[in-house]
């Protein structure tokens, strides 16, 4: 600067540095490196000098990556692979049709994400709420419970889950504490709570055989013959096999029986 005979600033041909402290723009406290104060809406603005290519901020790192921001086509782009000034891999996108992209250059959707999602929460349950802003609509969430399980709940004043998945592999509906492969608990017919289980479906691996549970009864489907036949047998209630009488019972030869378990015509 003509006048000037000592300045702070150290020059290098056509560059200037400063490492003796922050340097402030619009401030007399620095609190960083750079810090940059106006109380005219706009802080800092990048712009490429021949409109050829975009603006591009940049973050070093010590490995040479450099993370960066940068406009292309009035997408805001933030890349997390900028190296050297080469390749650009793109982590997020912010579009001009409000929709953002994680791992694409294109989102189609307010959020399109190309990977896999993980969701977490320090405290409390982890969860996805599925909200309408009309009124009378449910919300409805996905969550994961810290005993291993997965759940389908619907939100109306309070949470209730409606579909449960167990680290077992037991699924139910309507129910959150399913005893079975498939356990379904639900009002009757005639808007009465039913007494035990609507519909539940089990398997024992030693008689191979599978059970229908309904508030009206039981049915067994058997395969006592190494699987080379079907039963049915209608028993009172839902007590174990065995215990509880058998009302009728037909048998894939076409036999039917009442009050025998094997009839012979």
Same mark, same amino acid.
């Given at each position: 600067?003509?006048?000037?005979? #000592?300045? +702070?600033?150290?020059?290098?041909?056509?560059?200037?540095?400063?490492? %003796?402290?922050?340097?402030?723009?619009?401030?007399?406290?620095?609190?960083? %490196?750079?810090?940059?104060?106006?109380? +005219?809406?706009?802080?800092?603005?990048?712009?490429?000098?021949?409109?050829?290519?975009?603006?591009?901020?940049?973050?070093?790192?010590?490995?040479?990556?450099?993370?960066?921001?940068?406009?292309?086509?009035?997408?805001?782009?933030?890349?997390?692979? *900028?190296? #050297?000034?080469?390749?650009?891999?793109?982590?997020?996108?912010?579009?001009?049709?409000?929709?953002?992209?994680?791992?694409?250059?294109? $989102?189609?959707?307010?959020?399109?994400?190309?990977?896999?999602?993980?969701?977490?929460?320090?405290?409390?349950? $982890? +969860?996805?709420?599925?909200?309408? !802003?009309?009124?009378?609509?449910?919300?409805?969430? =996905?969550?994961?419970?810290?005993?291993?399980?997965? @759940?389908?709940?619907?939100?109306?004043?309070?949470?209730? *889950?409606?579909?449960?998945?167990?680290?077992?592999?037991?699924?139910?509906?309507?129910?959150?504490?399913?005893?079975?492969?498939?356990?379904?608990?639900?009002?009757?017919?005639?808007?009465? =709570?039913?007494?035990?289980?609507?519909?539940?479906?089990?398997?024992?691996?030693? %008689? @191979?055989?599978?059970?229908? *549970?309904?508030?009206?009864?039981? *049915?067994?489907?058997?395969? #006592?013959?190494?699987?080379?036949?079907?039963?049915?047998?209608? @028993?009172?209630?839902?007590?174990?096999?065995?215990?509880? $009488?058998?009302?009728?019972?037909?048998?894939?030869?076409?036999?039917?029986?009442?009050?025998?378990?094997? $009839?012979? !015509?």
């Amino acid at each position: 600067i003509e006048g000037i005979t #000592s300045s +702070q600033w150290a020059t290098s041909g056509s560059d200037i540095s400063y490492t %003796a402290g922050n340097v402030g723009i619009g401030t007399a406290s620095p609190q960083g %490196a750079l810090t940059i104060a106006t109380g +005219q809406g706009m802080n800092l603005i990048l712009s490429d000098s021949d409109d050829t290519s975009s603006p591009i901020f940049t973050m070093r790192t010590s490995n040479g990556i450099y993370p960066a921001m940068f406009i292309s086509s009035q997408d805001l782009h933030i890349g997390g692979g *900028y190296t #050297s000034y080469g390749d650009d891999v793109v982590d997020i996108i912010l579009g001009p049709s409000n929709n953002v992209g994680i791992g694409t250059m294109s $989102p189609d959707e307010k959020l399109d994400v190309n990977g896999k999602i993980a969701i977490y929460r320090d405290t409390g349950v $982890p +969860q996805i709420l599925f909200n309408s !802003a009309e009124a009378g609509y449910e919300k409805w969430s =996905i969550n994961a419970q810290d005993d291993g399980s997965f @759940r389908v709940s619907e939100h109306v004043g309070t949470e209730s *889950y409606v579909m449960t998945f167990l680290s077992t592999g037991y699924v139910g509906i309507g129910t959150a504490s399913p005893e079975t492969i498939l356990q379904i608990n639900h009002s009757s017919i005639d808007d009465t =709570i039913s007494t035990d289980h609507v519909l539940s479906l089990t398997r024992n691996s030693a %008689a @191979r055989i599978a059970k229908a *549970y309904f508030s009206v009864g039981k *049915y067994e489907a058997t395969s #006592s013959n190494g699987r080379s036949r079907l039963d049915l047998s209608l @028993r009172k209630d839902i007590e174990d096999i065995g215990s509880s $009488p058998v009302i009728q019972t037909w048998l894939a030869n076409g036999n039917v029986g009442i009050g025998t378990t094997n $009839p012979s !015509a």
